[in-house]
């Protein structure tokens, strides 16, 4: 231990500037050492990945398999056991920033550099170094420092990829009021923000002007929500968009019920109201599906299969979203037609 992490253990956050040079003298060291993949690359492992993320991809089966590059990291994973070879860093930085104050944690984003192909049988070893800690910053879930984790992957001895990690550990803001209004203004209280980044901006871009774009395959012409950078089906990475029609229907939904979320008031129910809402999974007519609010009904009269139309609800001076409406009363539209429902 250094003076300065000395220095910093003893005064907490008192000292900023000791403090400060303590957390950067973590940049560069190794978090992890030699360590060794408990599995090589296996088909088992690849076809339990696929089945979950829904990938069919022909590419990771069959005698010329590869593993699905996002995988990069699950090779590496310690499990509930752990793994040899970490060098405690890690630990030691963290319980610094915990000593300071910074207790939660939230994990910000990764990235991915892919050197070559893995394949059954691949045995898969890495280190991991501690890259970056950033000064103290405030975003709107409280201040704390970002830290930069990067892996190096190798199979059989060559370089395979690299897997960036970045996580927060913040000191939480003030919690809300009875008022949905916290230490930094009425913010608290606001619908979160899309996250928007470059493989989903043109969707954003689309409902600023109030247009529900889809992405359309290059390759095999295939639709795909949400965006993303390549297709699941063929592989090509062209892509051109689509406009949605608008209609819909109520695919499935759920009932949030806890926590109660001011942000989320049920629709037709009073302003600000942290009430039960409906979260529904519409089916557009073109074929994709998407995650979005049903309005126009209570929470407790969505139903399955009920249609719906696309809308678009100014939520705040910033926010934008494409929600459905629904096109009729339910239980009336299903009297008329004779069919059962839920009573
Ligand atoms: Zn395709």
């Not at 691949?122 to 000064?135: P, Q």
């Not at 470059?198 to 871009?205: E, H, L, S, T």
Request: net charge negative; hydrophobic share 40%.
């Amino acid at each position: 231990m250094s003076a300065d992490q000395e220095t910093a253990g003893r005064a907490g956050a008192g000292d900023d500037a000791a403090y400060e040079r303590a957390l950067k003298a973590y940049e560069g060291r190794s978090a992890a050492t030699a360590g060794v993949g408990k599995d090589p690359v296996n088909e088992a492992m690849i076809r339990h990945w696929c089945e979950a993320m829904g990938d069919a991809h022909p590419a990771y089966r069959g005698p010329d398999a590869v593993a699905p590059p996002t995988m990069l990291q699950a090779w590496t994973m310690g499990g509930l056991s752990g793994h040899q070879g970490r060098s405690g860093a890690h630990d030691e930085l963290f319980a610094l920033l915990d000593g300071a104050g910074y207790t939660a944690v939230v994990a910000t984003d990764c990235e991915q550099e892919y050197l070559r192909p893995l394949r059954p049988g691949d045995v898969i070893t890495f280190d991991a170094v501690i890259e970056s800690v950033s000064a103290r910053k405030t975003t709107k879930l409280g201040t704390g420092h970002f830290v930069t984790t990067r892996m190096d992957v190798r199979a059989n001895g060559e370089a395979a990829g690299t897997h960036r990690f970045r996580i927060l550990k913040y000191a939480p803001a003030a919690r809300r009021g009875p008022e949905g209004r916290g230490a930094d203004g009425p913010s608290r209280g606001k619908r979160p923000r899309p996250v928007v980044n470059r493989d989903n901006a043109g969707f954003w871009d689309g409902v600023a002007d109030r247009r529900l774009l889809i992405q359309r395959c290059g390759g095999c012409g295939a639709l795909r929500f949400p965006w993303l950078p390549g297709c699941n089906g063929c592989g090509a990475a062209e892509w051109d968009t689509v406009e949605a029609g608008g209609a819909g229907t109520v695919y499935s939904y759920v009932v949030m019920h806890h926590p109660p979320f001011p942000a989320f008031a049920a629709p037709g129910g009073p302003a600000g109201a942290a009430g039960p809402y409906a979260v529904g999974l519409i089916e557009l007519a073109e074929g994709v599906r998407m995650v979005s609010n049903v309005v126009g009904v209570l929470y407790d009269r969505v139903r399955i299969g009920m249609p719906v139309r696309l809308e678009f609800l100014r939520v705040d001076a910033e926010l934008v979203l494409p929600v459905f409406r629904a096109e009729a009363d339910p239980d009336a539209a299903a009297g008329a037609a004779g069919a059962g429902g839920e009573g």
